[in-house]
């Protein structure tokens, strides 16, 4: 199975993704790195690899919807089959959306629906909460609202920073990303109203 990633980061859930695939047995292949600026370790990761890398940024493009098309077309070239936005920072627009219908995933560092955006770690902190974690969803036109597919719980800490819980979770939220794309990618996944669900073995 074909996989595409979109990063804007430092590609750690992406590294995770291309050490599974090494496994013949996990049945996937990463086949496109998108990245929407410069400066992303991912890219470099991949390139080292031998996986193919664009960056399209928003900044190249006349506007966002020629942006949004651009990355569609892009995204689409390699026939991905699932396409996973492992800490993209920007939100996908319509063309993207129509050409991937329910076949985009997003990881996300906090329990949804609490905390989305993009400081799930310090807000967590911020409410005192005593479990915080991870969410791997079904992409939608909103902002972290999609469909949940998995969701992964750590403790919080008394003597948590942002970067020690942030650290945390993202362990735990990279092996849910490569469990959870391995089971999408072998079982399939099913979608009934509000809830997601991965089929069974
Ligand atoms: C992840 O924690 C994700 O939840 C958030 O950004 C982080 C990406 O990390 N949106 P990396 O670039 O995969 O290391």
New binding site residues.
């Given amino acids: 199975r074909r996989l595409a990633v979109l990063?804007?980061?430092?590609?750690?859930?992406?590294s995770a993704l291309m050490d599974a695939c090494d496994d013949p047995e996990y049945g996937c292949e990463v086949v496109l790195v998108v990245a929407d600026r410069d400066g992303c370790g991912?890219i470099e990761t991949a390139r080292s690899a031998g996986i193919p890398t664009a960056i399209i940024k928003v900044g190249d493009f006349a506007d966002r919807s020629d942006w949004d098309r651009a990355l569609a077309d892009a995204l689409a070239a390699p026939t991905p089959d699932l396409v996973v936005s492992?800490?993209f920072?920007k939100m996908l627009g319509p063309a993207v959306l129509r050409t991937f219908p329910g076949r985009i995933i997003n990881?996300?560092?906090s329990l949804l629906p609490s905390f989305p955006g993009?400081h799930?770690p310090a807000d967590a902190l911020a409410h005192g909460v005593k479990v915080a974690g991870?969410t791997l969803f079904l992409v939608d036109e909103g902002m972290d609202t999609g469909q949940i597919l998995a969701q992964c719980v750590v403790d919080v800490l008394e003597e948590d920073t942002e970067e020690t819980l942030?650290e945390r979770?993202?362990i735990a939220?990279r092996a849910q990303l490569v469990r959870t794309v391995g089971a999408m990618m072998r079982d399939g996944w099913r979608v009934e109203g509000r809830r997601a669900f991965l089929n069974r073995p």
Avoid: F, P, Q, Y
Wanted: charged residues 10%; without cysteine; aromatic residues 0%.
């Fill in positions: 990063i804007s980061g430092g590609g750690s859930n992406l991912g492992a800490g920072l990881t996300h560092n993009i799930g991870a942030l979770i993202k939220e």
